[in-house]
């Protein structure tokens, strides 16, 4: 399987300190750490990744769970790192999910952000069409692609993620850093069950939830356990979908409470 070289951002740490990888979720990137990276480094060596077809990593036609993991699975070789702590949000947990279940020698401990094993209805179509059709050429400030997006997306929160996804174009205007055609195509296999049956992990595993999402239910907790018999499940009180971004401060003290019990 080729690999990709992927896109790095370290966010500190002690040279001495464990290291800890952090995985985003879909159309996000090693940007969306910045916060809880550089505190988490007051704990831990920190590394966040751009997988594939999103921020500055490469763009590739493959995009699947085996092959995203076997690029960080070639990163980890590439930094001479032969075990870390990872630590995965949505997209970015079942691919931890599944790199530590087929690489449990390489890891240290698994924590999954708001995202359970199972496989979830299709999703996000609606998104990656208005994205499509967005005329990002014409565009000279990022505020009007926010402004454009208001008709069909309610959420401010949610129209400035999408934005983040564009840079701008040195021809005029702006384009998208992510892989919007891929993506768009990979999105039955990234809603898929990861692991899959017959896989698992004895490690220390932790589930963190949000209170207020609906991805991880209390009915999920049996499917969790039968993959990660030794998994917690952590519920974040006034937190969505994006525990770190909101309850950022409780989601650094559950973390590095229960790596600290881990080491």
Sequence with gaps: METLDLAERAYGGAEDA??????HGLLGS?????????????SFK?????????????????MDYPTMAADVLAWMDRKGLKRLHVLGH??????????TCRYPERIQSLTVVDIAPRAYPPRWEREFATMRRMP?????????????????ISDWAF??????????????GFRWIVNLGILESALPNLFRQIPEPGQGYDGPVLFL?????????????????????????????????NVHFDQTERFIKVVVDNLSDVR
Aim: charge should be neutral; hydrophobic fraction near 35%.
């Design 90 to 99: 949505s997209m970015g947990g079942k691919v931890a999910m599944y790199l």
């Design 46 to 62: 920190v590394f966040a990744l751009d997988l594939r077809n999103h921020g500055s990593s490469p763009h590739d036609p493959h």
């Design 30 to 42: 090693s940007r969306n750490w910045q916060t809880a990276g550089k505190k988490l480094s007051e």
């Design 136 to 152: 990002v050429h014409h565009f000279t400030k990022r505020q009007e692609a926010e402004e454009w997006l208001e008709k069909d």
């Design 18 to 23: 464990p290291a800890l990888l952090l995985l």
């Design 159 to 172: 129209r400035k993620f999408l934005v983040s996804n564009l840079e701008r174009d040195p021809s005029g």
């Design 209 to 241: 939830r949000g209170g207020e999402s609906k991805f991880v239910a209390d009915s999920d907790l049996q499917m969790i356990k039968g993959f990660f018999p030794r998994a917690q499940l952590v519920t974040v009180d006034g937190a969505g979908h």
